[in-house]
C-alpha cells in the first residue's frame, strides 16, 4: 500500500512539473504582433467612447476597427505611435496592448 502511495504522489507532482514547464514554453512563445494595430482597455467606470472622442479629435488617422463592451471595457484600433502614447498618459486608460495574431500547434495522433 505504501509503494502504491509513493507512486501516485510521485505522478502526480511529475504531471504538475510537466504541466507548468509547457504553460512556461506557450507563454514564451508569444504571438505575431501585427503592426499599428492596437487593443486599448478602458478603466471600469470610465467611457470608451469618451476616449474614443478625445483620441479623434487629436488624431485625424485613427481608425477604430471594434468596439468591446461584454468581456471588456475597451477597443481595437490602427494607432499611430504618437496615439498609443497620448492613450498610455490618460487617466481613463487601464493599458495599451498590440494586437496579436496567436496560434496553437495542432495535436498529431502517434
Given at each position: 500500500?505504501?509503494?502504491?502511495?509513493?507512486f501516485?504522489?510521485?505522478?502526480?507532482f511529475?504531471?504538475?512539473?510537466?504541466?507548468?514547464?509547457?504553460?512556461?514554453?506557450?507563454?514564451?512563445?508569444?504571438?505575431?504582433?501585427?503592426?499599428?494595430s492596437y487593443?486599448?482597455?478602458?478603466?471600469?467606470?470610465?467611457?470608451?467612447?469618451?476616449?474614443?472622442?478625445?483620441?479623434?479629435?487629436?488624431?485625424?488617422?485613427?481608425?477604430i476597427?471594434?468596439?468591446?463592451?461584454?468581456?471588456?471595457?475597451?477597443?481595437?484600433?490602427?494607432?499611430?505611435?504618437e496615439?498609443?502614447?497620448?492613450?498610455?498618459?490618460?487617466?481613463?486608460?487601464?493599458?495599451?496592448?498590440?494586437?496579436?495574431?496567436?496560434?496553437?500547434?495542432?495535436?498529431?495522433?502517434?
Amino acid at each position: 500500500m505504501r509503494e502504491f502511495i509513493v507512486f501516485v504522489v510521485s505522478f502526480a507532482f511529475i504531471s504538475v512539473c510537466i504541466g507548468l514547464a509547457l504553460s512556461e514554453e506557450m507563454a514564451a512563445t508569444a504571438g505575431d504582433p501585427i503592426e499599428g494595430s492596437y487593443i486599448v482597455k478602458v478603466k471600469d467606470g470610465f467611457s470608451s467612447e469618451n476616449v474614443i472622442t478625445s483620441l479623434s479629435g487629436k488624431f485625424s488617422c485613427v481608425k477604430i476597427t471594434r468596439r468591446y463592451s461584454a468581456a471588456l471595457n475597451g477597443f481595437a484600433a490602427e494607432l499611430p505611435k504618437e496615439a498609443v502614447a497620448f492613450l498610455e498618459g490618460m487617466d481613463a486608460v487601464e493599458y495599451v496592448e498590440q494586437d496579436q495574431v496567436m496560434s496553437i500547434q495542432p495535436i498529431g495522433i502517434p
